[in-house]
Every structure is written in C-alpha cells, then in structure tokens.
C-alpha cells in the first residue's frame, strides 16, 4: 500500500470525502476517474504544485473517501464536486478531469453552472457509448460478484487494471491502486460504482458541450482501449475552440504512463 495520505475531511451530503491541498497560486482542482483515485494524480499533483494551489480529493465510493452503500455514480459526483468547491470557497478554478473526472467536471459545470477559468479533460467518459461488457455483466451479477473469494477478486481488479494500461508498470504501483479495492469495503464499493455506471448521465449534457465557450484541452491515450481515440476527435469537434493532443504509445491510464507528456501539455495550456 502507499504511504499517499489525504489530511483532510469534509462531510457532503453523500459522505465523507478526504481531500488535500499543495502549493500556492490560482486554484486548480484535479477530479480523478474509475477505479482511480487521488493517487495516480501523485506526478501532476507534485509538478503542478510548483505553480498552482491544487486541491485534490477522492471521489465519494473511491480511495480514502467513504465507501457507504449510497449513490456513487457519476449523476452525484458532480453535486459532491459542487458541495467540495463551496467548502474550499473556490471561485472560477482550472479544473483537470480524468476518465469518469472528466465527466465529473463536464456536469459540474454544465448541471451545476460552476465557472471554470480552463478545462483539462484526459481520456473523458464524455461522449457516445461507453461502458464495456464487463461492466453490463457486473451490473446484472453485482451481487454474484461480491460474493467472489477475496483472491479471486484481487486478481479480477488487477486483471482489470492492467488492461487499462498500454505499457507496463511497475508491480508496486499496481498493487498501489489495486489495494483501496481489497479490503471488506472496498470490495463492495468496486462493483457497486460499476453496476451504477450508467451512460444517461453524459448523454443529457451531450448537446450542450456545444456551448461551452471555457477553454479546453484534450488529451487523449492514443492506444486507450477503454475509450478509442476515436472519441477524442468526436469531443473535439463538440466542444468550440477546444485543442486536442493525442499522446503516442499510451493507454487510458496515460496519468501514469506518461506522466511529464501530459505535465509539458498542460502546463503549455494553462500559461498562454
């Protein structure tokens, strides 16, 4: 297990959700997807730092968060997100959302009518079909699937984020990520955030991204085979001005697998 720790605490109406904070400067907030957490933010967090406030949290049902038999999926998260930016009295932030965060950030703005002075999506759950067949099997055998012995289910959560990945990583990492989902709670939590995945939550702000007039940088894992960068250039076309960098030789979880590429890109975005 990593020693990455969230100090601190806020209680939303959903639970309890650790967060932290690092640096100084204009805020910028970092929204992490599934079944990731604060964690595989750790490079951006420690690189970003250096020129930003960032604040950083896990997700209600993720990480350190609280992991409660509630609604965790993503037509909450953004009203979570909403609730943490009046707790940290956070006005007009740069916001940064990864898979199930990008969409997170996506509905926060346009559900909950949060200005945003720019938007960082990064492999988003954001447009068209999404969801594999793994996650439709486990939203009709959740119950089945919480019943897995506790080795066949770490083994299943590994599996499932490795495949995630287009280049290896080292072991200790893996196990770093795997771990929030291996104890009696997490266990629960991870089919229970995938049974509630539901693609009704991005498909009833689609037609509005066309609207948005915050700007946006896309950056896309061109070997993503969670979602095909085929969706970048389509999210791209749907969002106005927005800039789309596809990464080479990375997959969806490109956050850890290139790390300084998607820094060098952001950084560029957010300084001109």
């Known amino acids: 297990m990593s020693n990455f720790r969230l100090t601190k605490s806020f209680q939303s109406s959903y639970g309890k959700i650790k967060y932290d ?3 100084e400067g204009k805020a910028l907030v970092l929204v992490h997807g599934t079944p990731w957490s604060a964690y595989n933010y750790r490079h951006l967090i420690d690189a970003l730092s250096d020129w930003y406030k960032v604040y950083f949290y896990d997700l209600i049902g993720y990480g350190q ?3 409660i038999e509630t609604d965790v999926s993503l037509g909450i998260q953004n009203e979570v997100l909403n609730e943490l930016l009046r707790h940290l009295d956070v006005s007009k ?3 940064i959302g990864h898979d199930f965060g990008g969409g997170t950030a996506l509905r926060t703005h346009i559900v909950n009518q949060i200005d945003f002075e720019k938007i960082v999506l990064i492999d988003p759950v954001a447009i068209g079909e999404w969801g594999s067949p793994f996650f439709r099997h486990i939203a009709n055998y959740e119950e089945a699937f919480q019943g897995l012995p506790d080795y066949i289910h770490e083994n299943l959560v590994t599996t499932y984020v490795k495949s995630a990945l287009y280049n290896p ?5 893996i196990k770093s990520i795997v771990s929030y989902w291996c104890n009696e709670k997490g266990k629960k939590a991870f089919y229970r955030q995938i049974a509630q995945s539901d693609m009704k939550y991005t498909k009833e ?5 066309k609207d948005m007039n915050v700007p946006t940088l896309i950056l896309w894992g061109e070997k993503d085979e969670w979602i095909p960068v085929e969706k970048a250039h389509q999210l791209n076309e749907s969002i106005p001005n927005s800039i789309l960098h596809i990464i080479p030789d990375s997959g969806h979880l490109v956050l850890e697998e290139k790390p300084t590429q998607i820094f060098s890109h952001i950084l560029a975005f957010l300084i001109k």
Not at 169 to 173: K, R, S, T, V, Y
């Open 21 to 23: 904070v690092k640096g």
């Open 169 to 173: 990583l080292d072991e200790n990492i």
């Open 65 to 67: 968060s609280e992991k």
């Open 93 to 95: 932030p740069i916001i």
């Open 205 to 209: 702000i689609e037609a509005q991204y």
